[in-house]
């Protein structure tokens, strides 16, 4: 080893340390301010679960309600919800120690075209909760409490209830991602708008087929989350072809 190779495998580890505390930092950063929302929600954890129930109860007949089956039911289900709230609230902070983490190793093209895809990705996902909210949920209820047997009488495990809304949640903000996803294999030349426009008619079969699957066994949640997904993918298309054309104008 010469001693241009020695000095400069010995100036690369400062470099790779300051990395990682820099990592640390970021981490312990996002942590810290994800506990922290967490830590002030607590206090409002059985209100808030209050208001995520609305959409089953406004459906409910008269005397149904949601009942804890598990003793310790009433603790941990508000709670749990209390930090998934935390999450969602604090998705843009931390996204953000991630951006600034990988930021200074980006070149300015990619930091213009990162952080855009970011913005919209979160504002795609909180879009997707809501619709699925305010939209879906009480639609989805409304079918359910109709077609209940006579004598059935329709009381939900609040845990039950809590995992089935976040898989509603996270079924829909993930959904709604589609142009970003679409963009971004644009960006990695994987796809062309052309390819993407001469696969519509495979796209909205496969939509209506993730429909399907991730949805729950009722048609009107499937064509609720189906059709939009058709919308978005028509919205992919055309950003994609506004970002495939950058280059060019460039």
């Known amino acids: 080893m010469t001693d241009a190779d020695h000095g400069a495998e010995t100036s690369a580890e400062p470099r790779l340390i300051d990395h990682l505390i820099e990592l640390r930092a970021r981490l312990l950063r996002a942590v810290a301010g994800l506990m922290l929302v967490f830590v002030a929600l607590l206090p409002f954890a059985n209100k808030i679960y209050a208001y995520l129930a609305q959409p089953l109860l406004a459906k409910l007949p008269a005397g149904g309600q949601l009942i804890a089956v598990e003793v310790a039911s009433p603790f941990f289900a508000p709670v749990k919800l209390a930090f998934f709230t935390a999450l969602l609230v604090t998705v843009p902070w931390l996204l953000?120690?991630?951006?600034?983490?990988?930021?200074?190793?980006?070149?300015?093209?990619?930091?213009?075209?990162?952080?855009?895809?970011?913005?919209?990705?979160?504002?795609?996902?909180?879009?997707?909760?809501?619709?699925?909210?305010?939209?879906?949920?009480?639609?989805?209820?409304?079918?359910?409490?109709?077609?209940?047997?006579?004598?059935?009488?329709?009381?939900?495990?609040?845990?039950?209830?809590?995992?089935?809304?976040?898989?509603?949640?996270?079924?829909?903000?993930?959904?709604?991602?589609?142009?970003?996803?679409?963009?971004?294999?644009?960006?990695?030349?994987?796809?062309?708008?052309?390819?993407?426009?001469?696969?519509?008619?495979?796209?909205?079969?496969?939509?209506?087929?993730i429909a399907a699957i991730i949805t729950p066994p009722d048609v009107v949640s499937q064509l609720m989350l189906a059709i939009p997904m058709c919308i978005l993918y028509e919205i992919g298309i055309i950003a994609a072809g506004w970002v495939a054309r950058k280059p060019a104008a460039d």
């Open 96 to 209: 953000y120690q991630a951006w600034a983490f990988v930021a200074p190793g980006l070149y300015q093209r990619e930091k213009r075209l990162a952080l855009p895809l970011l913005v919209s990705a979160v504002a795609l996902f909180y879009a997707g909760c809501a619709f699925a909210f305010y939209l879906v949920l009480p639609t989805v209820f409304g079918f359910l409490a109709k077609i209940t047997p006579t004598g059935v009488a329709m009381m939900t495990d609040i845990n039950a209830y809590l995992d089935f809304v976040l898989v509603i949640f996270l079924a829909f903000g993930a959904s709604f991602e589609l142009p970003v996803a679409l963009v971004i294999l644009a960006l990695l030349g994987w796809v062309t708008p052309q390819q993407l426009k001469e696969s519509r008619g495979y796209a909205v079969v496969g939509v209506f087929v």
